[in-house]
């Protein structure tokens, strides 16, 4: 018999770019020293993290007389408000006041994207289940969850759609215009091939699951001011909603976050209702108020990633080189638009993922759906067009019988004629072969397939499975507005360093390395320089921390006020020490001017006294880039960044229990800022991206309540989920071609992807079934029971 799947030892120690075995310390200090090098500085606020000293919304001391907000919620899917009674709920012990639609001064819309399609309090319709219809204002929490749940409101149900198939049986409603992108002749192209198929892959969603749920303070000032700190990934959106709700222009609301207890794109529209609805709250009371979600709450409100079902029709030769393929990517995006037209439309973006289509059609069908409005999560819509991607590559492997690495390496994008994308942008640094062929020879892959196969013919009831899948992931926002940020620095007459910019601090290490921009610029160690709350008081218009761009427009905007205040305090020493401009240079030990060392704040001294300005602002906006969605054609992305991900897992056919047994990654950040920041996110994103294909499932029931609504219901990758094995690395040698800050590639959402590597394992395993003749057609989360319902389809071809 087979040995079972049970709990073993942890993994063997891996070690990361920097040489360090996984748990290693760090130095403390370590500024990416001149001549560019990069160096892991530890997080600036880890120290804090661990000790519980973090400051986040809910720890903020409370101002006095501060209120508690509690949302009332639908409890249908789609009905008409027939009455409201919120008398009982008014009379309530400790409630102050009770918010509802007609309570709003200015505007009751929230969409993100300027379709009025999101009240912030619903009115007259409901269009899903836990919708906010009012809001209860009182003492204490407590008081307003008990109130909030006295509401008595009569309802009309109405037909609700909530899924996929139900909105296209009902004729297929959008939020948002459907995309297409073509190139070629895709009809005459699968017409053409000498080998044809068509099948559906179908991916559900994912919960953010944020360790710190929505939550916002609101606190009134002077003649309309009002101040909202925000758990938000988009501070200058949660200004423009509060302002719009309150009827006032944007320079009487300032929006600040220190950080957030986690995000995953889940803040970057989500969290604008419990800043809206606290701002409301404070507004009308004269009072401070307090909004934090209940995690039930919060779950049944908010948007999820979404779920998607792909249809593809593929071209192909004996060879497995494709030559045609037709997809339509259809979504299930919820009641409203919020973030649904670009994240279908970035599914497109990533439909080829590293593979070139001689002719292509790829089209999206955003539906609308009686459940929650979908939006932002890491990756946004790329991971489900890559899904459908490597989909394609199975099928053409299984049908030709042929290693899916061999037809993987045999479709990558290359140069000359096999460089354009379906939308037309043209592949410049395709690096997908060679890091595929790298990490294959690192970690034996094709060996250990064999020896797989081999031991899978001996194991009854444990079958092995082994994958290798790429990344080929675009950076930039596909709104080619949002590719913008700015920064504003000072250094005071001591020398240290204050930087406030416009990006949002998750945990992802984004201010650590916008601290270790300016350490690196003016030769400081990390306690000279300090980052600040990021507020719209001090950098305003900020686009989201979203779409990877946080350390490539932030860090840009960064660098370009500090190198605005080094010219100035340049041309002061020249002439001060009488010296070239070109002999100051800025060191860890000290400014060199000429052959003088000068203590930096000696330095600064000098300059204030010489009335010098050491304050400035920062600017960046991204170059290259365009898009123009009527004609599906345009440069979306200033570049790729790429990877490859092996994984190996076991399964259990008695039980559908998956085990990970080994994973390999070789992810090219560029050059790092800080490679030890870059790998935990490579390894964070890598497990996400296996949790949402593996065991993260979202259930509706038939009247649209969110039956996954709490941790003991939802399940997320636990510790021993883990791989037992985990190598990570970064690709060596490697500096982005573009010009990015300090030629460093984005690392946030690219290694996502790489949970696709489990997927496809457990599909390999599943196929020893039948000895590897049948595509299993492996839906997405490959939960215990899908895998034991694929196992059962599989048996009967091999004959038991």
């Not at 310390?25 to 500085?41: E, M, N, Q, W």
């Not at 969290?271 to 404070?282: F, G, R």
Request: glycine share 8%; net charge negative; with cysteine.
């Amino acid at each position: 018999m087979s040995d079972p799947i049970s709990a073993e030892s942890g993994p063997v120690p891996a070690r990361d770019a920097s040489g360090l075995a996984r748990g290693a310390s760090l130095p403390a200090d370590g500024p990416i020293v001149a001549g560019g090098a990069s160096r892991s500085l530890r997080h600036e606020s880890a120290a804090m993290h661990v000790s519980g000293s973090a400051t986040y919304i809910d720890d903020m001391p409370e101002p006095k007389g501060l209120l508690h907000v509690v949302p009332g919620l639908s409890t249908r899917a789609h009905a008409r408000i027939l009455s409201m009674d919120l008398d009982a709920v008014r009379a309530a012990p400790g409630v102050v006041r009770v918010l509802t639609a007609a309570d709003i001064p200015g505007h009751n819309q929230i969409s993100p994207v300027g379709k009025n399609d999101e009240p912030l309090l619903a009115e007259d319709l409901v269009s899903y289940y836990g919708q906010p219809i009012f809001a209860v204002v009182a003492e204490t929490r407590a008081a307003a969850r008990r109130a909030a749940r006295l509401a008595r409101i009569e309802y009309e149900e109405l037909p609700a759609i909530l899924d996929i198939a139900q909105a296209r049986a009902a004729g297929g409603a959008l939020v948002w215009r459907a995309l297409e992108m073509t190139r070629g002749d895709v009809l005459a192209g699968l017409a053409a091939a000498p080998r044809r198929l068509s099948g559906q892959v179908t991916m559900g969603g994912q919960e953010h699951f944020y360790l710190e749920g929505q939550a916002a303070l609101a606190q009134p000032g002077e003649e309309g001011e009002m101040r909202v700190w925000s758990s938000t990934q988009h501070p200058t959106e949660t200004q423009h909603m509060v302002a719009h709700v309150l009827d006032r222009p944007s320079n009487l609301v300032t929006t600040e976050i220190r950080r957030m207890g986690g995000g995953f794109g889940g803040k970057e529209s989500q969290a604008n209702t419990p800043a809206c609805l606290a701002a409301l709250a404070a507004e009308l009371t004269g009072r401070a108020a307090k909004m934090r979600l209940d995690r039930d709450d919060d779950m049944v409100m908010t948007g999820k990633r979404h779920d998607f079902v792909v249809e593809y029709d593929v071209g192909f030769d004996d060879d497995g080189r494709i030559l045609a393929v037709d997809m339509v990517l259809a979504a299930r995006c919820g009641w409203s638009a919020d973030l649904s037209g670009p994240v279908t439309d970035r599914a497109l973006f990533h439909a080829d993922n590293a593979y070139y289509y001689p002719d292509v059609r790829l089209r999206s069908e955003p539906l609308k759906t009686n459940t929650q409005s979908n939006t932002a999560y890491r990756g946004f819509g790329g991971p489900q067009g890559i899904v459908a991607a490597e989909r394609v590559i199975e099928e053409v492997a299984f049908a030709t019988g042929l290693d899916p690495l061999d037809v993987r390496l045999r479709n990558v994008y290359g140069t000359g004629t096999r460089d354009l994308t379906p939308y037309h942008m043209t592949v410049e640094d395709s690096i997908a072969a060679e890091i595929m062929e790298q990490l294959a020879r690192d970690c034996t892959y094709r060996d250990r397939r064999a020896a797989l196969r081999a031991a899978n013919r001996d194991s009854p009831f444990v079958r092995r499975g082994i994958a290798l899948t790429p990344v080929k992931f675009g950076i930039s926002f596909t709104a080619t507005h949002y590719n913008q940020a700015g920064a504003l620095v000072h250094v005071y007459t001591d020398g240290s360093v204050q930087v406030n910019h416009g990006g949002t601090e998750m945990g992802q290490g984004l201010h650590t390395k916008m601290v270790q921009i300016a350490m690196r610029e003016f030769g400081l160690a990390s306690d000279r320089v300090r980052i600040t709350a990021t507020t719209t008081g001090k950098v305003p218009n900020t686009s989201a921390t979203a779409a990877s761009s946080g350390a490539d427009l932030n860090g840009m905007a960064v660098l370009d006020a500090v190198r605005r205040i080094k010219d100035r305090l340049i041309a002061f020493a020249a002439g001060h020490w009488n010296v070239a401009p070109d002999a100051v240079r800025f060191l860890p030990d000290g400014v060199h001017v000429g052959e003088t060392i000068v203590p930096f704040p000696d330095l600064t001294r000098a300059a204030y006294l010489a009335r010098v300005s050491m304050s400035s602002s920062g600017f960046y906006k991204t170059p290259k880039i365009s898009w123009n969605p009527d004609t599906g054609r345009g440069r979306p992305f200033y570049y790729f960044a790429y990877g490859a991900a092996c994984a190996e897992v076991a399964i259990d056919l008695l039980t559908g229990e998956t085990r990970i047994e080994r994973v390999d990654i070789l992810h090219d950040a560029g050059r790092s800022l800080n490679p030890a920041i870059d790998i935990g996110q490579i390894e964070g994103a890598f497990v996400q991206g296996a949790g949402w294909l593996t065991m993260e499932e979202l259930v509706w029931d038939s009247a649209g309540r969110l039956r996954t609504h709490a941790p003991s219901t939802y399940k997320i990758p636990a510790c021993s989920d883990r791989p037992r094995i985990f190598n990570v690395a970064l690709l060596e040698a490697a500096p982005n071609r573009e010009d990015t800050i300090f030629r460093s590639k984005a690392v946030g959402e690219p290694p996502f992807v790489h949970g696709v590597a489990v997927l496809h394992a457990i599909s390999d395993a599943l196929a020893s079934l039948d000895s590897y003749r049948t595509c299993p057609r492996l839906d997405a989360p490959a939960t215990p029971e899908t895998i034991l319902r694929t196992a059962e389809r599989l048996r009967p071809r091999a004959g038991g």
